[in-house]
């Protein structure tokens, strides 16, 4: 606070803190602040009911229970192996969620750290990283995916999400080594190298900050296609062993048309609970990016 010429106290603005900005731009964005409270409640459900689930009970096979509907003590009936949909739903859920999140902060720390020290250093250093990057995107990685998890023994969770991790770093290292070839040519960067600023405080202490946005955007964007991704493969017989749950595996029963018609109890709770995870993370995400992006403007 300080006077003006007639001695009144002039308030001073200060530019609000990165939380509050983030609260702001919820506050502003009504669908947003929804999808935020729906995200927490669906997952803080999703995780806590798997606490008191025990996985090997729900996947023991009951010939007995074979397709059972909904009702009679069975909240979402069961499969073609008398298995109780219900608790597969949760578990797979978790299981999803869990992967997809791993391969996400994985994946990001591997391609934005690459991106950046590529992008920064350029010459050499770059060259190298950008062939290993061509040289990737340009292999039938779904396919590789595919023999992997088929020759792997003793195929698990911990094995699917190194595999996928393995390959899907690359287009972030490739979108983040761009973003710091223009970033590097900026004021501030000349100037902290002039003061003798070390190259790693400068890459992730100072360059790495202001590409928040970009970063936000990513995770996000990229949580949701993991997600995806392994609901896909597993939907497709190469995810998950069939003794771990999964939203892709209840979702592929669907392929089977009596199952489609008449047994929707199955696979429409997975169906409508991928399309609700998917829609609230993207705009919780985009909610993220615009509190980025003003925090961003006021410096």
């Known amino acids: 606070m300080s006077k003006t ?4 106290p002039e308030v001073v603005s200060i530019p609000p ?22 995200l927490v409640v669906l997952l803080v459900g999703i ?9 090997a009970s729900i996947m023991k096979v009951s010939i007995l229970d074979k397709y059972n509907a909904p009702g009679d003590g069975w909240i979402l009936g069961a499969d073609e192996g008398g298995r109780d949909v219900f608790g597969q739903l949760i578990i797979g ?20 750290g690459l991106g ?24 039938p990685i779904m396919m590789i995916i595919i023999v992997f998890v088929t020759i792997i023994p003793n195929y698990n969770v911990l094995s699917f999400v190194m595999i996928m991790s393995l390959f899907y770093w690359v287009a972030k290292a490739r979108l983040f080594r761009g973003k710091t070839l223009s970033e590097v040519r900026r ?10 600023t070390s190259d790693f405080k400068i890459m992730f202490g100072e360059l790495m900050p202001n590409l928040s946005s970009l970063i936000i955007t990513n995770l996000t964007m990229n949580f949701a296609g993991n997600i995806g991704i392994e609901t896909t493969l597993s939907y497709l017989g190469f995810g998950l062993p069939q003794s771990t749950p ?3 595996t209840l979702i592929g029963y669907a392929a089977s048309g009596d199952v489609l018609a008449n047994k929707t109890w199955i696979w429409v709770p997975a169906s409508i609970l991928i399309l609700v995870l998917m829609l609230s993370i993207n705009y919780v995400g985009q909610a993220f990016k615009r509190s980025a992006d003003a925090r961003q403007r006021l410096g």
């Not at 791993?102 to 990001?108: F, G, K």
């Open 17 to 38: 803190t990165g939380l509050k900005m983030i609260a702001r731009e919820f506050k502003k964005d009504k669908l947003a602040m929804a999808s935020l409270i729906l």
């Open 116 to 139: 950046i020290i590529a992008g920064y250093y350029g010459g050499f250093i770059d060259g190298v990283i950008m062939r290993i990057v061509d040289f990737i995107m340009i292999l």
């Open 47 to 55: 995780f806590v009911s798997a606490l008191f689930m025990d996985q």
């Open 246 to 248: 999964s939203l892709g």
């Open 5 to 8: 010429e007639n001695n009144q």
């Open 187 to 196: 004021d501030y960067i000349s100037a902290s190298k002039t003061l003798g």
């Open 93 to 112: 859920a978790r299981n999803s969620i869990t992967i997809g999140f791993l391969i996400t902060i994985l994946t990001s720390i591997i391609g934005v």
